[in-house]
């Protein structure tokens, strides 16, 4: 799940949460040696390190939110991990916020609840930073995936069902490609194997993780978050911990694109 907000391949949030994350808890550090030694200048760097660390949360979180609704899944373990990490960041910076606007001034002595408030305050962060960890390590956010045969990552959106998915030829045997289709952005996982092209819903029945950015071997795919395995052609799991299986896409080939086949309408049979 490649980042959207990147410099070449190299996503931005995180070159930038160092610096809130840093400027706080030196913040903190300086506050305790100042109130210990007395030393003003010590209390100065303290504030301006606080304001800092605002700034670059502020920073950071521009790239962080366009990660967030435009990277991970919808309705998946991720995207509520999302929130809660988003949700905290945002707890922080205004906890921060508040604590300089107490302070008022570079000269000002910070009082014991400044001090317990920024505590309070790097705790949290620390947590948040777990749950952003997380979303690297566990669930590949922002991870430019590469592995044989993969080529590249495939992306494409159309508004209407009758606007073609794909070209025959640009998916590669082995590849996987997403498609987001309609004004909901309903996902499709797109796959070529050996007995042709075969699409599923892009949503793993374990926790939501994406299937498109997952490994495609003899027409078996494997989730990029917990391993599960579904069969592309029959959406049947071959390997758990999903236990229940995905459903099948129909599609169809005119003039060499892929398209959506055509709803077929339900018909009920006669009492």
């Not at 945002?90 to 002595?109: D, E, K, M, P, Y």
């Not at 992306?155 to 070209?167: M, T, V």
Request: aromatic share 8%; proline share 5%; glycine share 12%.
């Amino acid at each position: 799940m490649r980042s959207k907000a990147r410099i070449s391949s190299h996503p931005i949030h995180p070159m930038l949460v160092m610096f809130p994350f840093g400027l706080w808890v030196a913040s903190f550090v300086f506050d305790i040696l100042g109130r210990a030694s007395g030393n003003a200048n010590l209390f100065s760097a303290g504030f301006y390190t606080l304001l800092g660390g605002c700034i670059g949360a502020l920073l950071a979180a521009v790239p962080g939110v366009i990660d967030l609704f435009s990277v991970v899944p919808p309705d998946s373990s991720a995207r509520q991990r999302g929130y809660i990490h988003g949700a905290m960041n945002v707890i922080a910076l205004l906890l921060f916020a508040f604590i300089a606007w107490r302070r008022g001034s570079a000269q000002t002595v910070p009082d014991n609840l400044s001090l317990l408030l920024s505590f309070i305050g790097i705790g949290g962060i620390c947590i948040s930073g777990w749950l952003g960890g997380t979303l690297v390590y566990r669930n590949q956010i922002g991870i430019d995936r590469r592995y044989a045969n993969a080529k590249s990552v495939l992306e494409r959106e159309i508004a209407e069902h009758n606007q073609p998915l794909a070209n025959v030829g640009e998916i590669g045997l082995g590849q996987m490609m997403l498609a987001k289709v309609g004004a909901k952005g309903e996902r499709v996982a797109i796959g070529k194997c050996a007995d042709g092209i075969h699409a599923v819903q892009d949503r793993c029945t374990h926790r939501g993780g994406p299937l498109s950015d997952g490994a495609l071997i003899d027409c078996k795919v494997q989730c990029p978050w917990h391993g599960s395995q579904f069969d592309i052609t029959t959406g049947r799991v071959v390997a758990g911990p999903a236990e229940r299986k995905i459903e099948v896409v129909e599609i169809e080939e005119r003039k060499g694109e892929i398209y959506l086949a055509p709803k077929r309408p339900d018909v009920k049979k006669a009492a």
